[in-house]
């Protein structure tokens, strides 16, 4: 990560050279707030960082027309960000950002239209484009960014009843979720190939991946959980949730995760500063997950801002640009 270069010139030159660095961006704000315009940054280093250890900080990004995420599910795909728009009760389409040139506009419209938007699951972690499921049935969807149209992928056949508790794909050749139903969950998986969909029993169950003192993400191809300021991953052999060695208790419980293309992003706050800690995941042959810190830091001071009280979280992702 570095200082973000924000004219489209050099983003062009840079894309043409193949000379692309991971960003991270998020927003943050209050999502009870009656102000329409979030607050955006993107987590960088400051050129002179003597004061912090790492160096690393969230700069504002200004926006001339910010919009506000309806939900925190936001996918990536270059230095694009997609997401939900604000208070619709219908999504027809996706907001996007073009984080080189700071513009905002909307895809095309999707082949089916959505309602229940919590139910909406958005990945991005796949060259193929942006997978869309859920909003009424799943109905998974994939929008392909050069030629800016939607096509509808193979119903996975799931019962409307069924929960789906994750999407992500631990093999680039696939798209992945998992759905509980009926007591039991099964890991679906859609080779992009051959367009054809596999399942499995899977031994993950939504008390794993969901909780008021839990925060859940699929990382690479590790399930990781912080329970209140531990943190574990699901050992896929003995289908438990398992300590991740190497690593101490955080010292706040984490408000927010990330994934930074294969480490792990952790934010939380103590009084007014906001924190982050990058982790690197290394699985071992011992079918155990060791932890190490590559840097933490305090990355915001709040007292300044207009999210002192009430800050949230309301998406991020991760880019390259």
Same mark, same amino acid.
Request: charge should be negative; hydrophobic fraction near 40%; include cysteine.
């Given at each position: 990560?570095?200082?973000?270069?924000?004219?489209?010139?050099?983003?062009?030159?840079?894309?043409?050279?193949?000379?692309?660095?991971?960003?991270?961006?998020?927003?943050?704000?209050?999502?009870?707030?009656?102000?329409?315009?979030?607050?955006?940054?993107?987590?960088?280093?400051?050129?002179?960082?003597?004061?912090?250890?790492?160096?690393?900080?969230?700069?504002?990004?200004?926006?001339?027309?910010?919009?506000?995420?309806?939900?925190?599910?936001?996918?990536?795909?270059?230095?694009?960000?997609?997401?939900?728009?604000?208070?619709?009760?219908?999504?027809?389409?996706?907001?996007?950002?073009?984080?080189?040139?700071?513009?905002?506009?909307?895809?095309?419209?999707?082949?089916?239209?959505?309602?229940?938007?919590?139910?909406?699951?958005?990945?991005?972690? =796949?060259?193929? $484009?942006?997978?869309?499921?859920?909003?009424? /049935?799943?109905?998974?969807?994939? &929008?392909?960014?050069? @030629?800016? #149209?939607?096509?509808?992928?193979?119903?996975?056949?799931?019962?409307?009843?069924?929960?789906?508790?994750?999407?992500?794909?631990?093999?680039?050749?696939?798209?992945?979720?998992?759905?509980?139903?009926?007591?039991?969950?099964?890991?679906?998986?859609?080779?992009?190939?051959?367009?054809?969909?596999?399942?499995?029993?899977?031994?993950?169950?939504?008390?794993?991946?969901?909780?008021?003192?839990?925060?859940? =993400?699929?990382? $690479?191809?590790?399930?990781?959980?912080?329970? /209140?300021?531990?943190?574990?991953? &699901?050992?896929?052999? @003995?289908? #438990?949730?398992?300590?991740?060695?190497?690593?101490?208790?955080?010292?706040?419980?984490?408000?927010?995760?990330?994934?930074?293309?294969?480490?792990?992003?952790?934010?939380?706050?103590?009084?007014?500063?906001?924190?982050?800690?990058?982790?690197?995941?290394?699985?071992?042959?011992?079918?155990?997950?060791?932890?190490?810190?590559?840097?933490?830091?305090?990355?915001?001071?709040?007292?300044?801002?207009?999210?002192?009280?009430?800050?949230?979280?309301?998406?991020?992702?991760?880019?390259?640009?």
């Amino acid at each position: 990560m570095a200082a973000a270069i924000s004219d489209p010139y050099l983003f062009q030159v840079r894309s043409e050279t193949n000379l692309t660095e991971a960003r991270v961006y998020v927003c943050l704000g209050n999502s009870v707030s009656d102000d329409p315009n979030p607050m955006w940054y993107e987590l960088g280093k400051k050129p002179d960082s003597e004061t912090l250890s790492s160096g690393y900080w969230l700069f504002r990004v200004p926006m001339p027309d910010a919009s506000f995420p309806a939900t925190k599910a936001m996918a990536s795909h270059g230095a694009t960000i997609f997401m939900i728009g604000s208070n619709e009760d219908e999504v027809l389409n996706l907001r996007r950002l073009n984080c080189a040139t700071k513009a905002w506009d909307d895809t095309a419209f999707l082949n089916l239209h959505r309602r229940f938007i919590d139910g909406i699951r958005l990945y991005g972690g =796949l060259q193929d $484009g942006i997978f869309l499921l859920g909003g009424q /049935g799943l109905y998974p969807e994939v &929008y392909h960014p050069q @030629t800016q #149209t939607w096509s509808l992928l193979p119903d996975p056949e799931v019962r409307s009843e069924a929960t789906v508790i994750a999407v992500g794909s631990t093999d680039q050749q696939r798209l992945e979720f998992w759905a509980y139903d009926v007591g039991i969950c099964l890991k679906y998986s859609l080779n992009l190939t051959s367009q054809a969909w596999e399942t499995e029993i899977s031994g993950l169950r939504p008390s794993m991946w969901e909780g008021n003192y839990c925060k859940t =993400l699929l990382v $690479g191809d590790i399930i990781v959980r912080f329970y /209140g300021k531990r943190l574990t991953f &699901y050992n896929e052999v @003995t289908e #438990t949730m398992m300590n991740v060695e190497g690593l101490s208790t955080f010292p706040k419980k984490p408000i927010f995760l990330l994934d930074f293309f294969g480490t792990l992003l952790v934010f939380w706050r103590t009084g007014d500063e906001l924190w982050c800690c990058d982790v690197k995941l290394e699985k071992r042959q011992n079918n155990t997950l060791v932890g190490s810190e590559i840097w933490r830091d305090v990355v915001l001071r709040l007292k300044n801002t207009k999210t002192r009280g009430d800050l949230e979280f309301l998406g991020g992702a991760c880019i390259k640009l």
